[in-house]
Every structure is written in C-alpha cells, then in structure tokens.
C-alpha cells in the first residue's frame, strides 16, 4: 500500500529539469534582506522602472469599467495591429497583424511555438552560452537541445558554419537566435543574421528569433529576422524595453500556415492572455519617450560597469551590445562562479547569477550582472565588489 502511494506522488521524467538559478539566487537575495541586511540585485534581467504611465493608465480605465472577460485567443485586435505598426515604424516590414499572436510573456510563445514546430525527439540548436529556459522548456516537451558553443571570433553568436557543423553530425530541425542575447549582451548585425537564416532554411531548419531585447541596443541597430524571412517565428515581449515583466504579455509572429496550429494550442492551454495586460500593451507603443529615458539610464550604467569592474579586479568580460547584461569572466578568482556567487551575496551583499545557470560546459569562469538598477545602486555595487575581491 505504501508502495502504491509512493508512486502516485512520483514526479513525470519530463518534470526532471534544472532549476533555473537566477530564482534561487533571487530568493537568496530576499532571505538576506529580511534578515535587515541591504542588498544590492544584479541577478534577475528585470529593470526597475515601471510600466509606461500611458498603459498603467489604459488599464486601470478598463478596470474601471468593471467587467474583465476572455478575449480572443490570438490576441485583441487593437493589439495586434499595434505591433504589426511597431514593425513598420521601427523595421520597415509590412507585417500583416493575423501573423501576430499574443503571448503570456515570451515564456508563453516559446512554449506554444516549440510545440508548433517541433516533435518529441527533434533536435534544436542552441547558442551556449544562451538563456537557460530554452534548453529546459525543450526538454520538458521531449525534444532535444543541441548546445553549440560560440566564441569571441564570432561574438559569441551562431554561424551558418557552426550549425550546419552540427547539422551533418545528427539532422537538426530547428534552432534558437538570440540578439541582443541572454547572458552575454552582444549583438548580430545584419549581415550575420541573414547568412544564419539562409544557411539554416537551405537545409529545412526552423529559425525562432528571440526578440526580447530589441530597442535595447547600444553597438548598432538590432534586426529582426521577419526582415529576412517570412518563415522565421519571432518571439518578442513587453517586459524588457518596456518594463513590463510582471504583466506578463508578449507576443509571437508566425508563418502564415502555422498561425492556426498555434491558436489551437493557446485555446486549449490558456484560452487568451490576460486582459488588462493586453490592453496596457497596446498602449504601450505610445510611451516610447519615458522608455527612452529609461534606455538612457542603462547606457550610463553600463558605462559605470565597464569602466569600473575592471578597476575592482573584473577586467575581462564579453562585448556589451545590448540588452542590460555584462558577462564577466572570474576565472583568476574563482573556477566555481555558483561558489563565488554565494560568496558575494553573503559578504559583499550584491546579488549576480552564476555562468553555470546559462553555460554548463564553461559556465563555471562566468558570472552575469544585470545592470538595469539605478547609477547610484551600479556604483555602489562596483565599490562593494572591488573591496570584497581585495580582501
């Protein structure tokens, strides 16, 4: 009897994945702090700005109204033509608004286009270091991520070379680009991209674009592939340029023939994103200029952080493109960076995530800072870490 209890309170196989770190530590983080110690959090890629004050207002005038129902589950309608204008106004892509999917969050899109796309068993490939989720999420659904490793020669991106490397080894049906990327902040440029795509649909492989971070670029533009390809899915958010992680709403544009499989999925798994945060989206757009402002705090933090880490004793980290992350190597201090990570939340109280959580083969030499605080916190931060490293 006891026997049978045990296995009905057995956890599936596909349940078996890492946990992501960047949540311990967070939690780490908030143990300290109740404990009255003050904290300084470079650990999660969430800014602290809020939301546009144009979409907090557009959803408290629809709370307003009282009645807060399903909406379709494509998305509403309003919100959809307002991204399809985000891509002509920022990209010059005449993008028609039924490609285009509300999501909850781009956790969502990657969950409704990995199952789209992919059969239990494909293999994906994916940029390592590279955004620890993508490899969980897929593996949760059976398929099989493929880490291909970058380097500086290419700015720690993928490579037509790179992939179709891996492709000849074992065929692969898909693969993740990430630019601005998760956890190294660097950049593909134009040229780059297209010859990846190219390379990748020659061959049948499936490109998902991962968009998150755009508008947060400070070496170059970013692209987007739906300039190059109508075949790529891009995925896309609110919760980084916009400041909008807590509403979580985003959005995915989808080849013509696989925007119905998709609803399909979302009706059955969500029925629709949450109202309010769809309503806020869409009004959104029109706070660019207070985004702005934010985008501008970033670029002084980064330049607070590269100039100043390598005064503290980080003096070797990854181009700094994009997003709100500098990837730094800590390997004359430390070959453990999960080790080093908790050391310097306990005795320099400064919160960072630990390589390991986005690279596990060379992980261990890196850690992340997330550099989307205020100046004020940055400096502090560089300071607090230069005397912990000095001893």
């Known amino acids: 009897m006891l026997e049978r209890a045990k296995s009905l309170l057995t956890a599936s196989k596909r349940s078996d994945v890492p946990p992501f770190i960047v949540m311990d ?11 009255g110690h003050r904290v300084i959090h470079m650990e999660v890629g969430q800014p ?33 033509a307002r991204i399809a204008q985000h891509y002509r106004d ?15 969050g781009s956790s969502g899109a990657f969950i409704l286009s990995f199952l789209a796309l992919f059969e239990p068993g494909d293999r994906v490939a994916l940029a390592n270091p ?19 490793e970058t380097s500086a020669e290419t700015r720690w991106a993928l490579t037509g070379e790179t992939l179709i490397a891996a492709h ?24 780059a991209l297209s010859a990846l795509i190219a390379t990748a649909e020659a061959e049948g492989i499936r490109v998902i674009s991962d968009e998150i971070y755009h508008g947060l670029d400070y070496a170059f533009p970013a692209v987007t592939a739906a300039a190059l390809s109508p075949n790529a899915t891009i995925i896309n958010s609110f919760s980084k340029y916009f400041c909008m992680t807590g509403w979580r709403v985003g959005w995915l544009v989808m080849p013509d023939d696989l925007v119905r499989p998709v609803e399909r999925l979302h009706g059955n798994l969500a029925i629709s994103v949450p109202t309010l945060a769809q309503i806020a989206g869409a009004a959104a757009f029109d706070g660019r200029d207070e985004m702005e402002r934010v985008k501008a705090g970033y670029v ?40 080093f990570a908790k050391r310097m939340l306990a005795e320099a109280h400064v919160a960072a995530t630990p390589g390991i959580d986005f690279d596990p083969i060379d992980g261990k030499h890196f850690i992340r800072f997330c550099y989307a605080g205020s100046a004020e916190e940055m400096t502090e931060a560089v300071e607090r870490i230069g005397r912990w490293l000095k001893g």
């Open 130 to 148: 590279g955004y620890p989720p993508y490899r969980h999420i897929l593996t949760a659904l059976g398929c099989e991520p493929v880490l291909i």
């Open 25 to 35: 530590v967070m939690a780490a983080a908030a143990r300290l702090e109740a404990a």
């Open 168 to 191: 000849r080894k074992t065929p692969i049906k898909g693969v993740v680009v990430a630019s601005p990327a998760n956890p190294t902040g660097t950049m593909m440029d134009k040229a």
């Open 48 to 80: 602290a700005a809020a939301a546009p004050q144009i979409a907090i207002r557009a959803a408290q005038a629809a709370l307003a109204q009282g009645r807060i129902g399903y909406t379709e589950t494509l998305g509403i309608p309003a919100l959809r």
């Open 90 to 104: 920022t990209y010059d892509v005449d993008l028609d608004p039924a490609r285009v999917v509300a999501t909850t």
């Open 300 to 339: 002084e933090n980064r330049r607070i952080l590269t100039e100043g880490l390598p005064r503290a004793g980080l003096d070797r980290f990854l181009p700094v493109d994009g997003a709100f992350y500098l990837y730094a190597n800590i390997a004359k201090f430390s070959d453990d960076s999960y080790d």
